[in-house]
């Protein structure tokens, strides 16, 4: 089994800072694919950023994307936040349990970030 543990979502400032973090425990071969998706209130879950195409160009220039290969840790720098970046965050992985090229997807559990004054 696999899971993915998000933290580092809360409460900030127009302008202020996040950053997320997601941790792929249990049995991790290898990781195929990694990506930070958000669902704002009322609206559909969207990519933001993704280790294999980059970010989103609603977060160009302010968010940046990166993983510890050792760790199996992704991370996503949020800057110069905005309200409309108010949403649930959630990490995805396509993780490979045995050797081979085929891996199997997991969510993590999601992480409110709100950007008010």
């Known amino acids: 089994q696999v899971q993915l543990v998000e933290s580092g979502g809360g409460l900030v400032e127009p302008g202020g800072s996040l950053r997320l973090s997601c941790a792929a425990s249990?049995?991790?071969?290898?990781?195929?694919?990694m990506a930070w998706y958000r669902q704002p209130p009322g609206k559909e879950r969207e990519l933001v950023a993704s280790?294999?195409?980059g970010v989103a160009g609603s977060v160009e220039g302010r968010f940046t994307i990166s993983r510890d290969y050792a760790k199996n840790i992704m991370y996503l720098q949020m800057d110069n936040l905005k309200p409309e970046d108010t949403a649930v965050y959630y990490c995805?992985?396509?993780?490979?349990?045995?050797?081979?090229?085929?891996?199997?997807?997991?969510w993590g559990q999601g992480t409110q970030v709100t950007v008010s004054s």
């Open positions: 995805y992985m396509n993780v490979a349990v045995v050797a081979g090229p085929f891996g199997f997807d997991y």
């Open positions: 249990g049995t991790v071969f290898g990781i195929n694919d």
């Open positions: 280790i294999t195409s």
